[in-house]
């Protein structure tokens, strides 16, 4: 199979695709862990919940582009309310009571889904203007998987930019690096705090928006990605953006093909690689003492 150009040219991209929708997630959970130590499962919830709110957006006729415009905003909205009224009460808590705490939201999310939704799985339409082909060098190719690439690739741009050039950027950096002296020079970092889950939620939103039309809207669609989330941020090592990257396509590409050349064994191939780098590089690929764009 893989002897074939073209098909191994497909399966390139469609790790690509896969790796840049790990990141979009990813990106959110790493941050929020380097900036606060925070272990945050119920992440994937808010892209579980995007994803639902893009499916009734789809259903009272509105277009995509509406509900890539307004979902990722309502999970937004949605995650920093479930952090000030309810995560919060955990951030001195300790690790554990932070797993505890996040996979009861997840639990409750689910079922809240369930009751509201159902337990089938739903469909959600890609936009018109995507929904063809692209001829990349001889190779057709669906234009709506080159828009989540591309969506990937402005998003890492953005964010290396955002935490090198920006206010936002440097006073990330400072808590990350020292807490309590960014407190003591008077920054407010449980507002940077806030406003970075917010990112982050919203990142997640923008993900399950356009994941919905490639792999679907059914509950439990958030526990399936947050463990690969998890195995990214793991191996490529909290705190760096190059990290979250190299994590992201080293899992994306590992999955895609996995299931290609041993489907019956996918996912012990991604937890092998995650083993083999905790043993040779316990601190993950590319640790950072701060979440920065150099690693």
Known sequence: ML?????FAEQFLNSLQFSMLLFLLAIGLSVVFGLMDYLNLSHGTIYMFAAYVA???AQ????FW?????????????????????LKRAETGGHLTQVLLTVGVIYMGTDLIRIVYGDLPKGVPQPESLSSAVNLFGILYPAYRLFIIAIG????IVLYFALERTRLGALVRAGVDDRA????????IGKVFALVFGIGTYLAGVAGVVAAPVFGVYPGMDVSI??????????????SLKGVIVGSLLIGFADTFGKILLPQFAMMMIYLVMALVLIFRPSGLMPARRF????
């Open 3 to 7: 002897s074939d150009p073209q098909f």
């Open 55 to 57: 499916f009734s957006i």
């Open 60 to 63: 009272l006729g509105g277009s």
């Open 66 to 86: 509406v509900a890539l415009a307004v979902a990722p905003v309502v999970a937004a909205a949605v995650g920093v309310s479930l952090y000030f009224l309810l």
């Open 153 to 156: 690739l402005l998003v890492m």
């Open 181 to 188: 002296t960014a407190e003591t020079l008077g920054i407010d």
């Open 226 to 239: 947050i463990i690969l989330v998890l195995i990214v941020v793991v191996v490529g090592g909290l705190g």
């Open 292 to 295: 920065s764009a150099s690693g």
